[in-house]
């Protein structure tokens, strides 16, 4: 199986769990890519398409979410995040399976999730979902990622490795 994970993190927390998930996916060849770099079409092999990406003003980040994180102290802000990503992506032409995640503060919790958003617009594309959008907790913008939730995240990638095999 070759899988892919496009992630956006700016303060790390994203991109930590973008890297368990893909460890829980495990397989022959899966790649953790930034959706800063990442290309804008899929390969033809990719077998499942991960999205994940911080929440920010209850939905995916723009360029000016991202410049509040900046004055917030975060050092990593991309030029493209998963919005921008999503939006400049070609249609796979045939119907990839794939799962969004998204990291949201565990207090106060919020309304509005990135991996919603981002899975209708991948949907649009033709995408097809293997399971809903998952949410992942952080303590405050900066992190660290709440309990239990890296483990949380490994499994989620095996589950969803799991649910392929059975397609
Ligand atoms: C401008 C801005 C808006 C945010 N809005 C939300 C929000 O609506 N809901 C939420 O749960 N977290 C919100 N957050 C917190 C982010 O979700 C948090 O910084 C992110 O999950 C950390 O992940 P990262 O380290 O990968 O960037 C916001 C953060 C910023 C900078």
Avoid: C
Wanted: neutral net charge; charged residues 25%; without cysteine.
């Amino acid at each position: 199986m070759r899988a892919v994970v496009v992630f956006e993190s700016l303060w790390g927390n994203t991109e930590q769990l973008a890297r368990e998930i893909a460890a829980g996916i495990g397989g022959e060849r899966t790649d953790v890519v930034d959706a800063a770099w990442a290309p804008s079409a899929l390969d033809s092999d990719v077998d499942l398409l991960v999205v994940g990406g911080p929440t920010h003003a209850f939905s995916m980040s723009t360029g000016s979410t991202r410049e509040s994180a900046k004055q917030e102290g975060a050092e990593h802000v991309p030029a493209r995040g998963i919005r921008e990503w999503i939006e400049a992506h070609t249609s796979p032409g045939r119907a990839v399976p794939v799962a969004t995640f998204d990291t949201r503060v565990v207090s106060p919790r919020l309304p509005g999730s990135a991996a919603k958003k981002a899975m209708k617009r991948l949907v649009g594309l033709g995408f097809r979902p293997v399971a809903k959008p998952e949410t992942f907790g952080v303590h405050g913008y900066a992190g660290p990622v709440a309990d239990g939730e890296l483990e949380r995240a490994r499994r989620w990638g095996a589950e969803l490795a799991r649910l392929l095999s059975h397609h």
